[in-house]
Nanobody
Framework: QVQLVESGGGLAQAGGSLRLSCAAS????????RGWFRQAPGKAREFVAA????????DYADFVKGRFTISRDNAKNAVYLQMNSLNSEDTAVYYC??????????????WGQGTQVTVSS
């Protein structure tokens, strides 16, 4: 049974920082890649960042490049999203996912329940 649990969300001021964590339990089998997504009220879930199982490749949505960093610690079975220079547009529920990478594409198999991030202006 695969379980992904996000933590680290909360309230931040514009220009501030938060670090989200995603802890995985159970065997993810071939789903070694990890990703972060977010969903704001009334909007569709959108891709934020992803990282390969080895950590050798990371992809980012354009709107977070230069501000957010995805990383992982496989010894702890954890993935992180360091969020800097936050603005109100970053307010959303952030979700962790586990999946696979194939060429330029990512494929997502498991999802966490999400953690709320609220950025005040």
């Amino acid at each position: 049974q695969v379980q992904l649990v996000e933590s680290g969300g909360g309230l931040a001021q514009a220009g501030g920082s938060l670090r989200l964590s995603c802890a995985a339990s159970g065997s993810t089998f071939s789903s070694t890649a990890r990703g972060w997504f977010r969903q704001a009220p009334g909007k569709a879930r959108e891709f934020v960042a992803a990282i390969t199982g080895s950590g050798g490749r990371a992809d980012y949505a354009d709107f977070v490049k230069g501000r957010f960093t995805i990383s992982r610690d496989n010894a702890k079975n954890a993935v992180y999203l360091q969020m800097n220079s936050l603005n109100s547009e970053d307010t959303a529920v952030y979700y962790c996912s586990a999946g696979r990478v194939g060429g330029p594409s990512w494929y997502w198999d498991y999802w966490g329940q999400g953690t709320q991030v609220t950025v005040s202006s």
